[in-house]
């Protein structure tokens, strides 16, 4: 997740109050945030960014939030936002490649490098949180005294124009950025497969931006610019209409005057955006009381909501409370979402927890409870359990040991290291590297272990099958083939396992000192030896080691 | 050092001397090789001979020395001597010509063998002949050399010595026999060897007997099986102990830590009324997201975070049915009150294959299964998720996820299941803080208070969104929660770094502390 700092005193200053570290670090956390770190040098928390509210982001939105929590501000903000009486046309031909524009104006800004930066991390985080990496919606923003109103949202073809790109030197044609400048290489598969590009110009044929790629040079925002042009653009209206609240509302926030821009679309459809019109609904007060588990009178709920600053009133008629969601929750899908707020308004400290009086059975995994019982033998026999991971290496489960590899092992895709990029076949490496790690301890050393291994299953509903096998290891100067038969032989003789040894030769051990265990209905289930010199030597040991593996998860479901 | 051999013995102590003393009284003529009484005494043979020597010194004791001959098998033993095999090879031609002799032989030098068959008198050499003796004759007919019967002694036992052959069969001259070996290394090791005897003078055997009459009995050290079966016991002492030496440490087979804070929290769960459940740990994204209404451009689905597989890529999904419920739930919430999250869904992005990040995927397949209330459902098994290891991470770990189908199910008593399970576990308290995940409304963050550790987090729960349990046709709230255990594992066994619970030190894993 990414993390957001929030200097204190900004926040502090937009609460309207005079809360300590402590206290905005408690109230944050009553409020869900994931406070990571406070930093006494630039007086900042560090937060874990939510995905689910972006309208948390910025310092903004979170002071918002926290005077509706303290009772400082309750209900849903007041918004003003005037008619710029700026225009912006939609012409034919992007229905397909981005075909959706909302826009707004901000005048009497008064911005510093702080509140740049803060601006710009706002924009990279909706990107990524409500933009999904810009695919569900692209933030353009512009120094206005820099262009001309009215606006044209249009196709162009890729070779058809030039214009410098943000921070560039050169013009460029839209493929060239694509191809040339980083910004184009990281965005460009939101553009693949297009004949025409969506571009944003002003009157005068300026070009403001290459939506979702780059802006352009000239019309980059400085410290001194007092007037923002703002757009986003997207495949669909949810999401870019939700990222221009949110940043209409920090502006606001933030005392600047937000305008209202119109989109005119081909088809003769128009809106007017940012149009902070609440959405209502109706919330079913006794629901919401019996998923917190606590009574809550509908009055009680009414303030309680308004603390999360909704707006509420009382059906009284139908047993409802009538809801206003503020335009800038993007997080607000069902009913639940608002009684998850009246909880945390209420205080998760104050439910008394209780159990639910229902009687059920308990079943345990008959798996698992095979497991359990192979595990007291296993020790009552004087081994010790180990662990190792189900993630390992061709190299570790097969070049090592001498096992010329199948096609049947589970590959990942994206491993993070070489060593980590197969599920397990087998636990006998697993056995053999704990050896080796523990070669200068006393002997005798008797380990075990019980683990999944896998293996690629075409016919399988998932392509693999998994499997729950027992590994089993000895190591002492007379330790032999004979010493782990008799092992496996007690084990069998607990679990009621008929097995037979069938001569078997196969590295990692001595030929005529392995084999194969059958089960009682023939199929084989398993491979005990005496593990070969030249392979003790690849791991270090100066022991003769015997090995074994059983497929117990076989051998449980013979009839 | 063990209890057996007290360390301030090693130097000769009064007790082994007394010991030896009244055990010589016992002995024919007084006198006892040391290996006698180290066998009869069950008295190491450095304490012995070092009381030996201390009593010697006080003139209670004489120590003799006796040299004999041990034999034992040359690298080329061979139950019969190699002119033996050569006289029944020439077979019984009287005579035999030298020069045929390698021929019949099968070897290239016979000098050393002509030598052997006339040293022993069964040929003599005539020019270029050998003709065989009367000697010989009887030889062909079965009569051995004494140094023939010594050899073949050899094949019952590893080592011979004088002493004991002259227990053997009577007229043999054994000492000829010894004679004629001499020198034939390669066949017949020969080695001089010392046995001590122990014998008591007179001043010994005066103070010997009056410290048996004052103690009777002799000191013994072990009690055996033939003191018990003859009643021997009765006559002897027991050697008093140093009861506070330490011994030799042994160590019981036992489950790995981690697998007992495992069945804890089984049995735990077992108590409560819940059934255990599992699913695989390839899964299908359509069970790992999908049906738990993550959006199919989540972030939590990128590749950075969730491992995907190559090999095998993609599976197969359910039913077409609920495939389809669950899409139209993400596309625009279907039935559920939800307005969903307005995206084309794609079922490609469902039968891709990944490495479960969350053991939801089986509490959510259980659901699926059967959704009618009431139910409690858990499952403790592996995740991965895409990090690089350190001390605190681990690209897998274990997870513990449970539900609950009931009418009654509400975050109260969700806090409750919750609290009781971490008391079970060792927790003196827990609290809960709210959270965001894309599965449950409300969702929180569990935490418990684990002794010096205070309070940690163990992990989200909340109530599965209606998004989540109407397309499986599950008609009453779901609670759900996803928990660590290894920081319950961590902090039971003092861990600070995870690796150390997966790549084992045999010494930590035989230290580790059953109880809390």
Redesign the interface.
């Known amino acids: 997740m990414p993390v957001v700092s929030i200097p204190a005193p900004l926040l502090n200053r937009l609460i309207g109050s005079q809360l300590t570290v402590d206290e905005l670090n408690q109230v944050l956390t009553e409020l869900g945030c994931d406070v990571e770190g406070w930093d006494a040098q630039t007086l900042t928390f560090r937060i874990n960014l939510l995905p689910a509210r972006p309208d948390m982001f910025d310092v903004c939105g979170l002071a918002r939030c926290i005077k509706g929590y303290l009772g400082i501000e309750t209900g849903i903000p007041k918004f003003n936002f005037t008619d710029s009486g700026v225009r912006l046309t939609v012409k034919n031909g992007l229905e397909d490649v981005r075909p959706y524009i909302c826009a707004a104006v901000v005048r009497n800004l008064r911005l510093n490098e702080e509140l740049l930066k803060l601006l710009m991390d706002l924009q990279e985080n909706l990107h990524w949180g409500l933009g999904r990496d810009r695919r569900r919606a692209s933030i353009g923003i512009y120094d206005l005294s820099k262009v001309e109103p009215e606006f044209f949202y249009q196709p162009v073809a890729p070779s058809d124009i030039r214009f410098v790109p943000l921070g560039g030197e050169k013009p460029l044609t839209p493929k060239e950025l694509l191809t040339l400048h980083p910004k184009g290489q990281a965005y460009q598969h939101l553009l693949q497969g297009f004949s025409v590009y969506p571009l944003l110009t002003d009157r005068a044929g300026r070009v403001l931006s290459l939506p979702p790629i780059i802006n352009s040079e000239n019309t980059k925002v400085t410290p001194a610019t007092k007037e923002l042009f703002i757009d986003v653009t997207g495949p669909e209206e949810w999401a870019i209409k939700k990222t221009l609240f949110i940043l209409a509302a920090a502006f606001s926030d933030l005392g600047a005057l937000v305008q209202t821009v119109k989109i005119e679309f081909p088809q003769g459809k128009s809106w007017i955006t940012p149009d902070m019109k609440p959405e209502d609904f109706d919330l079913d007060s006794a629901e919401a009381t019996s998923v917190i588990g606590t009574p809550i009178t509908n009055g009680e709920m009414v303030r309680l909501l308004r603390r999360m600053r909704y707006d509420a009133t009382v059906d009284e008629k139908h047993a409802k409370i009538r809801v206003s969601v503020p335009a800038y929750r993007a997080d607000i899908m069902h009913p639940w979402d608002v009684v998850e707020d009246v909880a945390i308004a209420y205080g998760l400290h104050r439910l008394q927890p209780r159990l639910l009086p229902t009687a059920t059975t308990s079943q345990p995994s008959p798996i698992e409870e095979l497991a359990q019982l192979c595990r007291r033998t296993m020790t009552g026999l004087g081994f010790i359990e180990i662990m190792s991971l189900n993630l390992s290496s061709p190299e570790a489960q097969f070049d090592r040991l001498g096992i010329a590899e199948d096609q049947r092992t589970v590959y990942l895709k994206n491993p993070v290291s070489i060593e980590q990029r197969i599920l397990r076949r087998h636990l006998l490496a697993g056995i053999l590297e704990t050896f080796s790690l523990n070669s200068t301890l006393a002997l005798p050393q008797n380990i075990f272990e019980i683990g999944d291994v896998f293996q690629v299953d075409p016919g399988a509903e998932t392509g693999a099958f998994q499997e729950r096998c027992l590994a089993l290891g000895m190591a002492d100067a007379k330790i032999g083939f004979a010493e782990i038969k008799s092992v496996l032989e007690a084990l069998a003789r607990e679990m009621d396992w008929q097995f037979t040894f069938i001569p078997h030769q196969q590295m990692p051990f001595l030929p005529g000192r392995c084999a194969l265990v059958q089960a009682q209905n023939k199929r084989t289930c398993g491979i005990l030896g005496e593990v070969h010199p030249q392979i003790l030597e690849r791991y270090g040991l100066t022991v003769p080691v015997a090995l074994a593996e059983i497929e117990i998860e076989t051998l449980f479901r013979i009839p | 050092m063990t209890n057996d051999q007290p360390e301030n013995l090693a130097f000769g102590d009064q007790e082994t001397g007394r010991v030896v003393l009244a055990a010589l009284l016992f002995e024919p003529d007084n006198c006892a090789t040391v290996a006698e009484l180290v066998r009869k005494l069950g008295i190491d043979q450095s304490l012995i001979m070092a009381a030996a020597v201390q009593l010697k010194a006080a003139g209670l004791l004489a120590i003799e020395e006796e040299v004999f001959d041990e034999l034992t098998r040359g690298r080329e033993w061979k139950r019969r001597l190699p002119e033996r095999v050569a006289l029944e090879k020439i077979g019984p031609a009287r005579t035999v010509e030298i020069a045929h002799l390698p021929e019949i032989l099968q070897m290239n030098d016979v000098r050393s063998i002509v030598k052997w068959l006339t040293k022993k008198g069964w040929f003599i050499r005539e020019r270029d002949r050998l003709v065989r003796t009367e000697k010989g004759e009887r030889a062909l007919g079965g009569e051995m050399e004494p140094d023939e019967v010594i050899v073949d002694l050899l094949a019952e036992q590893e080592s011979l010595s004088l002493l004991q052959l002259s227990s053997k069969p009577a007229g043999v001259d054994w000492a000829k026999g010894v004679a004629l070996l001499r020198g034939r290394e390669e066949l017949v090791r020969i080695k001089k060897r010392v046995v001590r005897k122990l014998r008591l003078t007179e001043k010994g055997r005066e103070i010997a007997e009056k410290a048996g009459a004052e103690e009777s009995a002799p000191e013994v050290t072990q009690l055996t099986p033939e003191m018990i079966a003859t009643g021997k016991w009765r006559e002897v002492k027991f050697r008093m102990y140093d009861v506070t030496l330490p011994v030799k440490p042994r160590?019981?087979?036992?489950?790995?830590p981690?697998?007992r804070v495992i069945?804890e929290a089984?049995r735990a769960?077992?108590?409560?009324?819940?059934?255990?459940?599992?699913s695989?740990?390839?899964?299908?994204a359509f069970w790992d997201f999908d049906a738990l209404f993550q959006p199919q451009?989540?972030?939590a689905r990128e590749?950075?975070d969730t491992?995907?597989?190559?090999?095998?890529?993609?599976?197969?999904l359910p039913d077409e049915e609920l495939v389809r419920r669950v899409a139209l739930t993400h596309e625009n919430?279907a039935d559920?009150?939800?307005?969903?999250?307005?995206?084309r869904w794609d079922k490609n992005k469902a039968v891709q294959?990944l490495?479960r990040t969350h053991t939801t995927a089986a509490t959510i397949r259980a659901l699926a299964q059967n959704p009618m209330?009431?139910?409690?459902v858990f499952c403790i098994g592996?995740v991965?998720r895409?990090?690089?290891?350190d001390a605190t991470h681990?690209?897998?770990f274990i997870q513990i996820d449970g539900i609950?189908i009931?009418e009654?199910?509400?975050?109260?008593?969700?806090?409750?299941?919750?609290?009781?399970f971490y008391r079970k576990m060792g927790a003196r308290e827990?609290?809960?803080?709210?959270?965001?995940f894309?599965y449950t409304?409300?969702?929180?963050e569990v935490f418990a208070h684990l002794g010096r550790l205070g309070w940690v987090e163990m992990g989200g729960a909340g109530?599965f969104?209606?998004?989540v349990t109407k397309p499986l046709g599950c008609p009453t709230?779901v609670l759900a929660w996803g928990l660590g255990l290894e920081r319950l594992a961590m902090m039971r066994f003092d861990v600070t770094d995870i690796r150390n619970?997966?790549?084992?030190?045999?010494?930590w894993?035989?230290e580790a502390k059953l109880c809390r």
Do not use: C
């Open positions: 160590y019981p087979g036992k489950e790995h981690l697998q069945a089984r769960f077992l108590e409560m009324g819940f059934e255990e459940t599992s695989p740990v390839v899964e299908t451009d989540h972030p590749m950075q491992f995907y597989l190559s090999v095998p890529e993609s599976g197969r919430g559920t009150g939800s307005i969903g999250w307005r995206y294959l490495l209330p009431p139910r409690k592996k991965f895409r990090e690089s290891m681990l690209p897998e609950i009931d009654n199910a509400s975050l109260a008593t969700l806090f409750g299941t919750l609290t009781e827990v609290r809960f803080r709210p959270s965001y894309p409304e409300p969702s929180v109530v969104r209606q998004e709230r619970l997966y790549w084992a030190d045999i010494n894993l035989r």
